[in-house]
């Protein structure tokens, strides 16, 4: 299926390194726009229809299918709020941020579509307060927007009746936490960033207690393309149940580190080695986080994997996160845990790097941006934290390869939100695959 | 002395209120409005800002002291956020943070005696394939070294002290973002 079609196919990416590609004249010179009028044209139900064909899956690192989330706001609903969410803070993820910086249009078309499809009149961008300079451009291109007659003026569509949409952009104020996507209504209510308990969820009643639709900047943005070309163009460039292409963001040891649009049928090998250049300095390759740091890792053995969200969760190359050894974690129901395709965020490290040294600065992240809420999860990365970070100074005191696996194994299932999760997994991945360098850490006793 | 917004920020926020149902949810842009003004939000600002949007000030306390960007404390002009996060702690994050930290003479999290620098160590700043990298204002530093660093902070020192002979430090930084054009709906 779609490998050999989606090479060199670009979808969201098509107007990287245009100049003044962020500017509204050069978007419509370069087609932009036509998916909308073409979506005018069409009922909403069958622009549903187009996205469900499409497989389009969400890209904030989920992957739930965007046309079923659509779907899920009640026919009843008064009120519809589109919610985008440009809070991109998931270590090893850059993408929406150049997105932002370089296609803003792409993304206020897709909202227009998506706020048509799902009767939205008023979209709020939550973008991340420390992108300034992103929140500039996509505060200009909202005024050009109005400016050219797109936003907050009337648009004849089929069947006669009209349909108009506002868009605000709305800064963070620097918490990792509000990219879950309650928090994140939260804040955008004014107040802190804590996640909601659900049900009820946000499509029923989310932002100002009513029907929201949460997505991601990428998400968003692909959906002209499916209007344009159609579901099934969409769906036949991806594999299995994920249509279209993907963004990966490639960090660390590589030679060329970057944000790629590439095939969802790539595999992590030929990422590193055909697209990044392979490891510099005649390192060896140790293993890769595959999906922003919330993800457990994988070792050398497990890379020949597809990038793809369903091979990631259930591809057997990919060991069972383990609790301990030989006691496989369990998700629920006997299900176990691989790891996710997550954010796109892929962050390669060679066989000279301290895996202890960097899992402790993971667990240090999630320490700080716990918000406090769930005591296993407030109680339990602080510990995550502290045990990692003195078995990385070589000061682990006997047993504290297994607290570890404990901790981690009582947050996880055990809090409000996904942060408890986003903590554990990786902890207990790390644990699984490299388990032989924290056991290294361990204080001599003479 | 009590705290006042200045006339170009009252119409600010008036617009901004144009743009939620509820005054609450203005409470973030107000925020950030408020300490472009002044600097900083001190108890004056805080309570002005309660009164502005009718909140509780203890819930206006609590939003500020959750969020990482806004200060309680005045701190330098110049913020700069150096991430040390893996993809950059990978790619010498850490050597980075400790070259400005002996350059300037200040841990992280500490301002410099001049008030021309506030430095901080920051999580993932959504730049990794340019790694390492920093953020200052509304510009980034990347793909950063030991050379590259003390060139970048000799130019901001020089346009801290021109920007200092102009106005008064801590005064009416530039905003992030317009106040938009256009009609906005009412509710």
């Known amino acids: 299926m779609g490998f050999e079609e989606a090479k060199g196919v670009k979808i969201v990416t098509r107007n990287f390194g245009v100049p003044d590609s962020h500017k509204l004249g050069t978007y419509r010179e370069r087609g932009g726009g036509a998916a909308f009028k073409k979506a005018l044209g069409m009922a909403p139900a069958a622009i549903l229809d187009e996205v469900k064909k499409s497989n389009l899956r969400g890209r904030g690192g989920a992957g739930f299918p965007t046309g079923m989330k659509w779907s899920f706001v009640p026919k009843e609903a008064r009120t519809v709020y589109l919610v985008v969410n440009a809070d991109e803070s998931e270590p090893g993820t850059c993408k929406d941020r150049e997105l932002l910086a370089f296609d803003p249009h792409l993304l206020i078309e897709g909202m227009a579509i998506a706020s048509y499809a799902i009767r939205c009149q008023h979209a709020y961008i939550y973008i991340r307060g420390e992108m300034m300079r992103e929140a500039k451009i996509v505060q200009a ?24 949409f506002d868009i605000t952009l709305h800064r963070g104020a620097g ?4 990219g879950e996507e309650t928090a994140l209504l939260n804040s955008l209510e004014g107040k802190r960033g804590w996640p909601r308990l659900k049900p009820p969820f946000p499509a029923v009643k989310g932002l100002f207690q009513q029907a929201t639709v949460v997505n991601n900047v990428e998400t968003l943005m692909n959906v002209p393309a499916i209007i344009d070309k159609g579901g099934d163009w969409f769906n036949k ?20 580190p970057g944000v790629y649009e590439l095939p969802m049928g790539i ?9 990044c250049g392979g490891i510099p300095g005649g390192r060896k390759f140790k293993g890769l986080i595959p999906g922003g740091t919330s993800m457990p890792p994988l070792d050398a053995s497990e890379i020949e ?6 091979a990631l969760t259930s591809d057997a190359r990919i060991k069972d996160v383990e609790v301990k050894p030989g006691v496989p974690f369990d998700l629920g129901g006997g299900r176990r845990l691989k790891t996710m395709a997550g954010s796109g965020g892929v962050v390669v490290f060679d066989d000279s790097t301290d895996v202890v040294a960097l899992c402790a600065r993971i667990m240090r992240f999630y320490a700080h941006e716990s918000c406090g809420q769930c005591t296993p999860c407030r109680e339990g990365t602080g510990w995550l934290a502290r045990v990692c970070s003195r078995l990385a100074a070589g000061d682990g005191h006997p047993g504290d390869v297994d607290l570890l696996g404990n901790v981690a194994n009582g947050i996880a299932g055990n809090t409000i939100c996904a942060l408890g999760e986003a903590a554990a997994w990786p902890m207990m991945g790390f644990l699984t695959k490299f388990r032989a360098d924290f056991e290294a850490k361990l204080r001599k006793v003479a | 002395m009590a705290l006042e917004f200045s006339a170009q920020a009252k119409q600010r926020i008036e617009r901004l209120l144009t743009q939620y149902p509820t005054k609450q949810a203005a409470l973030l842009p107000v925020l950030h409005l408020a300490q472009d003004e002044f600097g900083y939000l001190p108890d004056e600002a805080l309570h002005l800002v309660a009164e502005t949007l009718q909140l509780p000030p203890a819930h206006v306390f609590g939003v500020i002291t959750f969020y990482t960007m806004f200060h309680r404390e005045k701190s330098g002009r110049n913020e700069l956020m150096v991430c ?15 070259h400005i930290e002996k350059r300037l003479g200040i841990k992280a999290g500490e301002s410099t005696p001049d008030g021309a620098f506030h430095l901080v160590e920051e999580e993932c700043l959504a730049a990794c394939a340019n790694a390492p990298m920093m953020i200052c204002g509304d510009r980034y530093y990347l793909d950063l070294t030991p050379q590259k660093v003390d060139t970048i902070l000799e130019d901001l020192r020089k346009r801290w002290k021109e920007r200092a002979q102009q106005a008064p430090v801590g005064q009416g930084s530039p905003s992030a973002t317009s106040p938009g054009v256009g009609p906005q709906r009412k509710f």
Not at chain 1, 143 to 157: I, K, Q, T
Not at chain 1, 175 to 178: D, E, K, R, T, V
Not at chain 1, 305 to 310: A, H, N, Y
Not at chain 2, 84 to 98: F, K, Q
């Open chain 1, 267 to 275: 595999s992590f090998k030929d990422l590193i080695y055909d697209v």
């Open chain 1, 141 to 164: 291109a909202i005024d050009e927007a109005y400016e050219g007659g797109f936003l907050g003026v009337d648009h004849a569509v089929a069947g006669g009746g009209t349909f108009r």
């Open chain 1, 175 to 178: 918490a990792y936490i509000c």
């Open chain 2, 84 to 98: 040390t996060n893996v993809s950059c702690m990978l790619r010498g994050g850490y050597e980075v943070l400790h």
């Open chain 1, 237 to 256: 460039l991806g594999i299995g149940k994920s249509g279209g292409t993907r963004i990966v963001c490639v960090s660390g040891h590589v030679a060329k």
């Open chain 1, 305 to 310: 994997v597809p990038i793809e969200f369903d």
